[in-house]
C-alpha cells in the first residue's frame, strides 16, 4: 500500500521520505501541508521527533492505518500537539479523527486510496457566506403593503382603488400618466392573485437574486415588469395589474444563466423552468382574465437582460 501512496504522491508534486519506523512523510511546500502514513503498532511516543526536519511545516495530518480494527476508546491514548490523528479500521473502513474534526480533505483522500485512484489533497474550499437575498424580501414587503393599503381604501377588486393606486388603464396612460407602467407591477386584484405571485417570487426570487447578484437582480425585476407592462399597454385594453410580468422576467433571466452554465443545465435546472414557463403560459391561454401579454413581455425583457447580465459570473 505505501508504495502506491507514495508513488501516487510524488506524481502529484509531494516531496515524500522514509523515516525511521517504516513510516511514510510526505510534504508539499506550497500547500504548507505535511502527511504522515504509518501503522498503529509502529506509533511511537513522540511523532515530532520523526518530522524535525521539517521545521517550515505548520500543519501536520498523521494517518494510521488499523488493519486488525480499533476500539474508539483507545484513540485518547496518544495525543501529539500539532498533528491531527486519522485512525483508519481497515477491518470496517471507519475512519475515527482525533482530536475530533470535521475536515474533509483527508477523508477524501483515503477514499482515493482505497479505490486507486490519482491521490491529491488540494487546499479546503472556502464556502462562501450566502447572502440573504434581501431585495426579494423588499419586493415582497412592497407588495404586501400595497394590497393591505388597498384593503382598507375599499378592497383590492374594487375598480376605483385599483385605478387609485395605479393599475395599467390605457386610456389613462395615453392622457400621460405613464407611471403606471411601474405602479401597476405592486397592485394585485384579490388575495389568490396576491398569493400566487408572492409564492412565485418567494420560491424564484432568492435563487435568481443569488445568481445576479443583488443589483443586477432589482435591474431585471424591475425592468422585466415595466416590459410586461408594456406589453400588456400595446396588446391589451383591459385593467391590468400585478407582479407576474416581474416574475415571469426572473424566470427568463434564470434560465438563460443556467443554459451558459452546462453543469446547472445539465443538473435539470434548465428543463424545470422550461416547463415552468410552459405550463404557466399554457395556463394563461386557457384561463380567461390572464394577462399573457403581460407574461410574455416580461419574459423576453427577462431573457434579453439575462443574456446581457450573465456574460460574466459576478455578484454584484
Known amino acids: 500500500m505505501f508504495e502506491q501512496i507514495s508513488s501516487n504522491l510524488k506524481e502529484s508534486g509531494w516531496d515524500v521520505r522514509t523515516l525511521e519506523g517504516n513510516w511514510l512523510c510526505a510534504v508539499h511546500a506550497a500547500l504548507q501541508r505535511g502527511l504522515l502514513f504509518g501503522y498503529l503498532t509502529e506509533l511511537t511516543a513522540d511523532l515530532r521527533s520523526k518530522v524535525s ?83 426579494t424580501f423588499t419586493f415582497l414587503g412592497i407588495n404586501l403593503l400595497v394590497f393591505l393599503l388597498m384593503t382598507l381604501a375599499g378592497g383590492s377588486t374594487n375598480q376605483l382603488v385599483l385605478i387609485a393606486f395605479g393599475a395599467k388603464v390605457n386610456s389613462l396612460i395615453q392622457a400621460g400618466q405613464v407611471w403606471r407602467l411601474l405602479t401597476s407591477m405592486f397592485i394585485h386584484i384579490g388575495i389568490m392573485h396576491l398569493a400566487f405571485n408572492l409564492y412565485s417570487l418567494w420560491a424564484l426570487g432568492p435563487l435568481t437574486e443569488e445568481s445576479y447578484g443583488h443589483k443586477k437582480y432589482f435591474l431585471i425585476y424591475i425592468l ?93
Open 53 to 135: 526536519g521539517f521545521a517550515n511545516i505548520p500543519q501536520w495530518d498523521a494517518i494510521v492505518f488499523c488493519p486488525a480494527g480499533i476500539d474508539s476508546s483507545e484513540l485518547k491514548r496518544h495525543h501529539f500537539p500539532g498533528f491531527q490523528l486519522w485512525y483508519w479500521d481497515l477491518k470496517l473502513g471507519n475512519l475515527f479523527p482525533y482530536p475530533p474534526s470535521k475536515k474533509q480533505d483527508i477523508p477524501r483522500l483515503l477514499k482515493q486510496i482505497a479505490s486507486g485512484s490519482p491521490l491529491s489533497l488540494e487546499p479546503e474550499p472556502l464556502t462562501r457566506k450566502r447572502e440573504k437575498p434581501y431585495v
Open 224 to 316: 422585466s415588469g415595466l416590459g410586461g407592462s408594456i406589453a400588456s399597454y400595446l396588446f391589451s385594453a383591459a385593467l391590468s395589474a400585478g407582479a407576474s410580468g416581474a416574475i415571469f422576467g426572473l424566470l427568463g433571466a434564470q434560465l438563460i444563466y443556467s443554459y451558459k452554465r452546462p453543469h446547472l443545465w445539465k443538473s435539470g435546472l434548465g428543463l424545470n423552468l422550461v416547463i415552468v414557463i410552459l405550463v404557466n403560459l399554457g395556463f394563461g391561454i386557457s384561463q380567461p382574465g390572464i394577462d399573457n401579454f403581460a407574461h410574455l413581455g416580461g419574459l423576453f425583457t427577462g431573457a434579453l437582460l439575462g443574456f446581457l447580465l450573465s456574460q460574466q459570473n459576478v455578484k454584484a
